[in-house]
């Protein structure tokens, strides 16, 4: 079961836009991730090989400050909104909760509720 002080270090840097550092300090080996009802990634290493994946693919990402979160137990969820610019330069913001399940201090399973339609270019 996490500590609330453990979960506001991940949320802390998350918002500093360290993406990558977060999942291998917050992760367990056999985590997963999923992305709405989409078929879930297995494995940190795999989780660390999309998230490069998705920050190449855009010219920017970062986390807008003040996310908020619920803990109960060995399950959090976190309110997490994101603003993405694609190299063609459109952008989108993608609002979501995550709702995570850990293993001691570590993240064993996630997943991501979001309406896809926000990935939409937003309107100039």
Do not use: C
């Amino acid at each position: 079961m996490p500590s609330r002080e453990r979960v506001e270090g991940l949320i802390a840097m998350v918002e500093q836009g360290k993406y990558v550092e977060a999942i291998r300090e917050f992760y367990a080996e056999d985590a997963s991730m999923q992305e709405n009802d989409e078929p879930a990634r297995t494995g940190r290493d795999r989780l660390i090989e999309h998230e490069w994946r998705m920050l190449s693919a855009h010219k920017a990402a970062r986390t807008l400050p003040g996310s908020s979160f619920l803990l109960d137990g060995d399950r959090v969820v976190i309110h997490w909104v994101f603003e993405f610019t694609r190299r063609d330069g459109t952008s989108f913001r993608l609002d979501e909760l995550a709702r995570q399940r850990w293993r001691g201090d570590r993240i064993v399973e996630e997943r991501f509720y979001y309406d896809p339609a926000q990935l939409r270019p937003a309107k100039p």
